[in-house]
Each structure stands twice: as structure tokens, then as C-alpha cells.
């Protein structure tokens, strides 16, 4: 590890003992930059928006770190998963069990890490907000918000967990997105914004990364988010903009779809399957539900699209059949043989199919009931190449279809109740 502020000549290192050498090392107040280290005054947030390799992970830990030397907590460690905060907060090169010696490493027993002094400290997943009810902290370490699927349902859980001690902090660490919770911290006034960009921790970044990723990036959009750690509200040339998102008037819904986007294999690295719940309402349609689910089998998003068509009382189950043909009706047929399945096939790119929708929310013609977060995320980022944020956007996917066959498609069935 090297700083620029505390050089030292090789003969100086070599005189030290080994203990002078592991309190060095780990002496992190020596090593922090500037933008790593906790803000002053009285706050109840630290959000550090960072680039890719900014060291966000490396200041949320030794932040915990020093909570844990002051005997603060119990703390809540809080990942997009289990998995993640394990991988990243815990076992990471600049998780929890690395920035510390030996003599004060916690130990990692199930969900729960402990420091030998006694400061407990409890992993949570934010894809699971449920599971913060009960629990009761003095602090808490967020990591990538951004990412978080419900995450304005977790976000607000753990604030009533928030409740120990004389004055309960958090800190959250991310790469910037423009999601409705990110937006709603930076202009909390309990919110104190640290930005650092990954430049500024090029020190401890292979030289390869900063010559083939930064200097590829640098100064285009995806690079000011990712690399600069700015919170890009919406992309110049995307399809939609957040304004045009608007709640729905009360009304009737003429006629209820369910669109389904199938992935197209069922491992765990397969893509989300999109499912989507949309209505026509008068001479527009408003979007209802966001049934989507992560990689799963063909059964299991079967289920999921049934179980939508039939809270809804929908009238058909729109599906996309590129890849699986008449597979994807079979196994609809298997969870409920009296859906009717109407097929679709995509003959052109994800963009030229989306445009005639994204034209339709222009015009003010398409509603969305509240929650749609993750929907909402996914279009304002889907891009020229047909991925949001480099990823299937299996959401759009599907409301394109929901829209299409709704307002685009001829035919105009019979009225219903909302």
C-alpha cells in the first residue's frame, strides 16, 4: 500500500519491527484519503456515491471498524443479498475481516460477525425486507443502495431499526443510479453526499484497468456515473425520461394483459424473466404490476405469470415466443390449461419495438400505479444497444409488449372493473 503523503524510504521500513509494520499497515487514518473518511457534524446518513474502484467499500469498512473499536452497536450490515455482503462487506480484499490485525478480526458465525470485544454486528438482505422487522441497531452499513431491488421498502424498515444508543448513524455506499431512494437521500438534510471518483484512488488500481477502462469511459455518460460517481438523472438520448411517469385517474380498465418475457435457459446466470401487468384505460393503459422474477425455471416464472393473470382477472396472457416457441405455451398450459396464451414474435431490435411505446408515454398516454421502481430504473437507462445498464432489460421487454397489444394492436373488448 502506498500514499503520496506518507513516503517512506525503504531503509526507514526496514528498521521497523513487525509490529510496527502491521500497526502501520492498518493504521487508517495514515492511508485514508481525504473523501474516505466520516464527515463532520451531526448527521444520520453518510452517503458515498463513488466510482467503479473509488474505494467506497474500503470506507465503509474501516468506518464499521472504528464503530466496533468505540464498542458501538449492534451494527447492521445490509448487501443486495446475503451472498454480496459476505462476498464484499465481509470477505472482500477491502471487506471487514481485511482492514482489520489479527488480534482485533471479528469472526463470522452464520449471519452474524463479532469482534473479540463483543460488538455484534448482523448481515441483512435488502432483497428480503421483511426480515428487518424485529432487529434493533445502533448503526448500520448499507452497500450498493443503488442496486437494492425494494429498496425504499428496506431502506425505510431499517430506519426503525435504527433506535439504539444516543445518536444511531448509517453509512451508505454505492455507484450512483438514478433511483427514486438515491434521488430522496441526497436532499435529506439529515444526509451528508461524499463523491469520489475512481481516479482518485488510482493509487491502489492496476494500471491496466486505468488505461483500458477509465481512459475508454472517461467523459461519456455511463463514465461520469460509473467512473465519476455522478447521479446522472436520465440519459440525453433515452427513450424515457422520468417525467413522464404519472399516476393513473380512477377509472376502468377495459380489458387487463399480462406480458411475459421468458428467458431463455433456467440456471442461475440466465436472465430475468419479465412480467408485466397493464390495463386499457379509456384511450390510454395503465401498468398495474411488476410480476418479474430473477433466473429461475421455466415452471417457476410460469407460476409467477398465472398467479398475476389471476389476481388481476386478466383477459390474456401475452408471450413472447423468439426462443422458446411452443415450449413457453406448453408449460403455461401445465400450471393452468385455461389461460389463454396469445404469442408474439419480435421481428425487429428491443429499440425500434420500444419507440412507438416510449411515443405513447410522450403524449401523456400511459400511467403507472406507485412501486415501479425497478421498471422505472430499468427504461430511463435502456439504451441504443438494447441493454440498460449492460444488462437484458427483461422489464422493457415485457411492457413493450403489454403496451403494444394494449393500444397498438387492433381490437377493443368488452368493459370491466378495475
Known amino acids: 500500500m502506498t500514499s503520496s503523503n506518507s513516503a517512506e ?33 451531526d448527521w444520520t446518513t453518510w452517503l458515498l456515491m463513488g466510482g467503479r474502484g473509488a474505494g467506497k467499500t474500503r470506507a465503509g ?31 472482500g480484499e477491502s471487506g471487514l475481516l481485511n482492514v482489520h490485525p489479527e488480534r482485533e478480526r471479528p469472526v463470522l458465525r452464520g449471519q452474524s460477525l463479532i469482534w473479540p470485544n463483543g460488538v455484534e454486528a448482523t448481515l441483512l438482505s435488502a432483497s428480503d425486507p421483511d426480515r428487518f422487522r424485529g432487529p434493533q441497531f445502533a448503526a448500520a452499513w448499507c452497500d450498493e443502495i443503488a442496486k437494492w431491488p425494494h429498496a425504499e421498502e428496506a431502506w425505510d424498515m431499517l430506519q426503525f431499526g435504527l433506535r439504539l444508543g444516543n445518536r444511531p448513524q448509517q453509512m451508505a455506499t454505492t455507484t450512483p443510479r438514478p433511483t427514486r431512494l438515491l434521488k430522496r437521500l441526497v436532499t435529506d438534510q439529515q444526509t451528508v453526499v461524499t463523491r469520489m471518483a475512481t481516479i482518485e484512488n488510482q493509487a491502489q488500481l492496476a494500471p491496466q484497468f486505468l488505461n483500458a477502462v477509465v481512459a475508454r469511459y472517461r467523459g461519456t ?33 377495459e380489458r387487463i394483459v399480462v406480458a411475459v418475457d421468458p428467458p431463455v435457459t433456467g440456471h442461475a446466470r440466465s436472465d430475468a424473466c419479465g412480467i408485466i401487468v397493464a390495463g386499457r384505460q379509456g384511450e390510454g393503459a395503465v401498468v398495474l404490476e411488476d410480476c ?6 421455466p415452471l417457476t416464472w410460469a407460476r409467477r405469470a398465472v398467479a398475476a393473470y389471476q389476481a ?37 431490435g428491443k429499440w425500434l419495438r420500444a419507440e412507438p411505446v416510449a411515443a405513447l408515454y410522450g403524449r401523456g398516454l400511459v400511467a403507472h ?50
Not at 292 to 297: D, K, P, V, W, Y
Not at 313 to 324: F, K, L, R, W
Open 221 to 253: 455518460v455511463l463514465g461520469r456515473q460509473e467512473l465519476d460517481g455522478e447521479l446522472i438523472e436520465d440519459l440525453p438520448d433515452a427513450l424515457w425520461q422520468r417525467a413522464m411517469f404519472h399516476p393513473p385517474e380512477s377509472g376502468e380498465m
Open 369 to 418: 400505479v406507485a412501486g415501479l421502481s425497478a421498471l422505472e430504473d430499468e427504461m430511463c437507462s435502456f439504451g441504443r444497444d438494447g441493454k440498460s445498464n449492460g444488462h437484458s432489460p427483461d422489464r422493457v421487454d415485457a411492457l413493450v409488449w403489454a403496451v403494444t397489444d394494449l393500444l397498438l394492436n387492433e381490437g377493443r373488448p368488452r368493459v370491466r372493473g378495475l
Open 292 to 297: 418479474t422474477l430473477g433466473a429461475a425455471a
Open 61 to 91: 469498512a474501516e468506518w464499521v471498524r472504528g464503530l466496533a473499536r468505540q464498542r458501538i452497536g449492534p451494527i447492521a450490515l445490509v448487501g443486495e443479498t446475503i451472498t454480496e455482503a459476505v462476498a464484499i462487506m465481509v470477505r
Open 312 to 348: 388481476h382477472a386478466a383477459d390474456a396472457m401475452v408471450v413472447e415466443v423468439n426462443q422458446g416457441g411452443d415450449l413457453v405455451a406448453s408449460v403455461i398450459a401445465q400450471i393452468d390449461p385455461s389461460v389463454p396464451v396469445r404469442p408474439v414474435r419480435a421481428n425487429r
Open 9 to 41: 524510504s525503504d531503509a526507514e521500513v526496514a528498521a521497523k519491527t513487525d509490529d510496527e509494520v502491521e500497526a502501520q499497515f492498518y493504521d487508517w487514518d495514515r492511508w485514508a484519503l481525504p473523501r474516505q473518511r466520516p464527515p463532520q457534524g
